[in-house]
């Protein structure tokens, strides 16, 4: 069983900075890319914010290019997103997203964590 467990949400006012983390724990063989959503209220659609390749590239939305930072640290199948000078239509869901490689099957599937609300207030 796999699971996605992200962290670092909350309230923050606008001008100020988040940090989340996403950490995968299971059977699991490699970590392709791993990335970060968000769902914002009212919007059905999550929409790609930043994305990381095992080898290191990243992708970022241009609606966020500059403040955001996205990282990840292999050995502990982690993904980061430093937020920085966080604007209220910053204020969303937050999902991170990896594509694993089971131990079991070798086959690989996308895996969603559970969402970290962030509210940045004017």
């Known amino acids: 069983q796999v699971q996605l467990v992200e962290s670092g949400g909350g309230v923050v006012q606008a001008g100020g900075s988040l940090r989340l983390s996403c950490a995968a724990s299971?059977?699991?063989?490699?970590?392709?890319?791993m990335g970060w959503y968000r769902q914002a209220p009212g919007k059905q659609q999550r929409e790609l914010v930043a994305r990381i390749t095992s080898g290191g590239s990243t992708d970022y939305a241009d609606s966020v290019k500059g403040r955001l930072t996205i990282s990840r640290d292999n050995a502990k199948n982690t993904v980061y997103l430093q937020i920085n000078s966080l604007k209220p239509e910053d204020t969303a869901v937050y999902y991170c997203r990896m594509t694993l490689v089971l131990v079991s099957t070798r086959a690989s599937f996308i895996y969603w964590g559970q969402g970290t609300q962030v509210t940045v207030s004017s």
């Open positions: 299971g059977s699991i063989f490699s970590i392709n890319t």
